[in-house]
């Protein structure tokens, strides 16, 4: 990886093989997050200096009304593709 090349991590939120917008994916260990489009796509810039290339990262997708999901990326030069598939929680709800 060069060293002033960021990584992209990007991708798909979905549900039943439907996007699920305003979903959140979280990188805890960067502080790093983005919200998905209306079209379930989303995309973090990792920038150089805090990716280190082979490292493992934890990556959590999540959204009121589903069940989180989370995934191990390892880094690479480029762009990462990652989707993820969540799954409908009942237990959560939202209020109106």
């Known amino acids: 990886m ?7 991590l990007s991708g798909r939120v979905l549900a039943g093989g439907n996007p699920i917008g305003y979903a959140e994916v979280i990188i805890p260990s960067l502080g790093l997050g983005a919200s998905t489009r209306e079209d379930g796509r989303y995309a973090i810039v990792i920038p150089s200096a805090r990716a280190t290339p ?3 990262l934890t990556v959590t997708a999540r959204r009121l009304g589903y069940k989180p999901t989370t995934l191990q990326v390892t880094l690479s030069a480029g762009v990462i593709e ?3 598939a969540l799954l409908p929680n009942p237990r959560q709800r939202t209020v109106r």
């Open 2 to 8: 060069a060293a002033q090349e960021p990584v992209t």
């Open 54 to 56: 082979g490292q493992t």
């Open 82 to 84: 990652k989707d993820f």
